[in-house]
């Protein structure tokens, strides 16, 4: 051993040698394919801040946005039959929810907590796209049913983010059936005057939008989202004409007067804790 190889060589390595740079440092826009910085984007909430694209996000971070200080606690949902009709296709049904357990962190396509938003109290129910699609199954509308049973417990307003691709075609039926269960769960918070409030996400599609996404007190949507419940192409095909541009957006929606408002993400709390406080009846305050 010498200075060569004790001093020289080593040095010479080090400047030679790449240094690791994590692959995940940088996030292209789809919309208009700029590169933005990680830590920008988690800023701005996923929204990109060159052309103003709402990306899609996680039921983990759609919580952390919406309730007070990242607060809010997560309820127990029911457990419901894993494969009910031992489902097979390219493979087997209890394999894709494994696969999605596992790559989404969440026990299905829907996640339900309570907390406050603004002060005031709330039930949120989040869908996850991630999770096979965010097709609702006899969990999803379980989980519905829940929200809306511990909303008129607690005596405040409910709100559900939607995001799905439509029913999950390995339960049936029993997806079918979920439809009418959870329009039935939106009349259990509506009888006793508590709000119901949707927030349409990219994308609400199929029986979800054929169901509860579309029965709230306030419809929101957020900018560019796709709403609808057959695909354009299958709609085109089936009246024989040319849909306009823009058709299943949330902003043709909008003026058309299917949804009562279009709201920012980086808007979309100050805007539910303003709805909440004008429909929520107020406990009037003691005299001093």
Same mark, same amino acid.
């Given at each position: 051993?010498?200075?060569?190889?004790?001093?020289?060589?080593?040095?010479?390595?080090?400047?030679?040698?790449?240094?690791?740079?994590?692959?995940?440092?940088?996030?292209?826009?789809p919309?208009?394919?700029?590169?933005?910085?990680?830590?920008?984007?988690?800023?701005?909430?996923?929204?990109?801040?060159?052309?103003?694209?709402?990306?899609?996000?996680?039921? +983990?971070?759609?919580?952390?946005?919406?309730?007070?200080?990242? !607060?809010?606690?997560?309820?127990?949902? /029911? %457990? #419901? *039959?894993?494969?009910?009709?031992?489902?097979r296709?390219?493979?087997?049904?209890?394999?894709?929810?494994?696969?999605?357990?596992?790559?989404?962190?969440?026990?299905?396509?829907?996640?339900?907590?309570?907390?406050?938003?603004?002060?005031?109290?709330?039930?949120?129910?989040?869908?996850?796209?991630?999770?096979?699609?965010?097709?609702?199954?006899?969990?999803?509308?379980?989980?519905?049913?829940?929200?809306?049973?511990?909303?008129v417990?607690?005596?405040?307003?409910?709100?559900?983010? +939607?995001?799905?691709?439509?029913?999950?075609?390995?339960?049936? !039926?029993?997806?079918?059936?979920?439809? /009418? %269960? #959870? *329009?039935?769960?939106?009349?259990?918070?509506?009888?006793?005057?508590?709000?119901?409030?949707?927030?349409?996400?990219?994308?609400?599609?199929?029986?979800?939008?054929?169901?509860?996404a579309?029965?709230?007190?306030?419809?929101?949507?957020?900018?560019?989202?796709?709403?609808?419940?057959?695909?354009?192409?299958?709609?085109?095909?089936?009246?024989r004409?040319?849909?306009?541009?823009?058709?299943?957006?949330?902003?043709?929606?909008?003026?058309h007067?299917?949804?009562?408002?279009?709201?920012?993400?980086?808007?979309?709390?100050?805007?539910?804790?303003?709805?909440?406080?004008?429909?929520?009846?107020?406990?009037?305050?003691?005299?001093?």
């Amino acid at each position: 051993m010498n200075w060569l190889t004790e001093y020289v060589r080593p040095k010479i390595r080090t400047l030679f040698t790449r240094s690791s740079v994590p692959d995940n440092l940088w996030h292209q826009c789809p919309s208009c394919q700029q590169m933005i910085f990680h830590r920008d984007l988690a800023t701005n909430r996923k929204v990109c801040p060159h052309c103003g694209h709402h990306m899609r996000a996680s039921s +983990t971070e759609r919580l952390d946005w919406t309730f007070d200080d990242n !607060a809010y606690t997560r309820i127990e949902l /029911p %457990r #419901t *039959v894993a494969d009910p009709l031992k489902f097979r296709d390219t493979k087997r049904y209890a394999d894709r929810l494994k696969e999605a357990r596992e790559k989404t962190k969440t026990d299905d396509a829907i996640t339900v907590a309570h907390g406050t938003i603004g002060g005031h109290k709330a039930i949120v129910a989040v869908m996850e796209f991630n999770f096979i699609g965010g097709s609702m199954g006899a969990a999803v509308g379980d989980a519905i049913v829940a929200a809306a049973r511990l909303a008129v417990l607690q005596h405040v307003p409910l709100i559900v983010f +939607t995001a799905s691709g439509g029913a999950r075609m390995q339960e049936g !039926a029993i997806s079918l059936m979920q439809m /009418p %269960r #959870t *329009v039935i769960a939106t009349r259990m918070v509506k009888e006793v005057g508590l709000p119901f409030i949707v927030v349409l996400t990219d994308p609400t599609t199929g029986g979800v939008t054929a169901s509860f996404a579309m029965l709230g007190d306030i419809q929101i949507a957020e900018p560019g989202a796709m709403i609808g419940f057959a695909g354009a192409r299958v709609i085109e095909q089936t009246v024989r004409e040319t849909l306009p541009e823009g058709f299943q957006r949330a902003e043709y929606l909008l003026e058309h007067g299917i949804i009562d408002m279009v709201v920012k993400r980086t808007e979309l709390k100050a805007t539910l804790a303003r709805i909440i406080g004008l429909l929520i009846q107020q406990e009037p305050k003691a005299a001093a």
